[in-house]
């Protein structure tokens, strides 16, 4: 029997070393970025929320977008965002956003219309995010929860292009609280989502 070469052996331990390296870097990906759906039920209350003095009044629709950098519920509907931005920002819409506190990142550069607000009244007893609140011409809160039921968001099964549409057209939206099943990640630290 030929014993195998110098060449073969190591040809077979760069094979294996390449391989084991595959699997580190999808075991890694998976843990990191790859998250089995399950349904959470989350119960928003808008009540406590109010636009800055500055914001606050009369003007334009106010759109706000409550995001976590860490939750990976963000990314199911940051291309919707960036289509509701592109939509409505032409028509007078306002886009500002509100990053957990305690937490790092930005937003990506298809978002980069998004004015950051760094304190919003209320939004210390948020429940879950990313959520979004919708403030009206006259500066009254018109909407508060989520964007969509359901592990991602896309323009067929949102909530907000008949907020914005309804608004758009004057006619008066009042839904503040809002529960939802869909991917939500807690905003509070001490708070569990069920």
């Not at 509907?77 to 990053?99: C, D, R, T």
Request: net charge negative.
């Amino acid at each position: 029997m030929r014993l195998p070469t110098f060449k073969t052996l190591l040809a077979c331990a760069f094979t294996l070393t390449c391989a084991l390296s595959l699997w580190a870097a999808y075991d890694w990906f998976q843990g990191r970025y790859i998250r089995a759906f399950s349904d959470q039920t989350a119960l928003f209350a808008g009540d406590v929320l109010s636009l800055p003095a500055e914001l606050s009044g009369p003007g334009p629709i106010r759109v706000v977008h409550f995001w976590d950098p860490a939750c990976p519920c963000n990314v199911g509907n940051q291309q919707h965002l960036s289509e509701l931005l592109a939509h409505y920002g032409p028509l007078g819409v306002v886009f500002y956003s509100v990053q957990k506190p305690g937490t790092h990142g930005q937003l990506p550069a298809t978002l980069g219309a998004i004015k950051p607000l760094t304190n919003l009244p209320g939004a210390e007893h948020l429940s879950a995010s990313p959520a979004v609140a919708i403030w009206d011409h006259s500066g009254q809160l018109a909407y508060f929860g989520p964007y969509s039921e359901g592990a991602t968001c896309n323009a067929s099964n949102s909530f907000i292009e008949p907020i914005l549409q309804a608004l758009s057209a004057g006619r008066p939206v009042r839904a503040t609280h809002t529960m939802a099943v869909g991917c939500y990640c807690p905003w509070q630290a001490d708070h569990v989502t069920p």
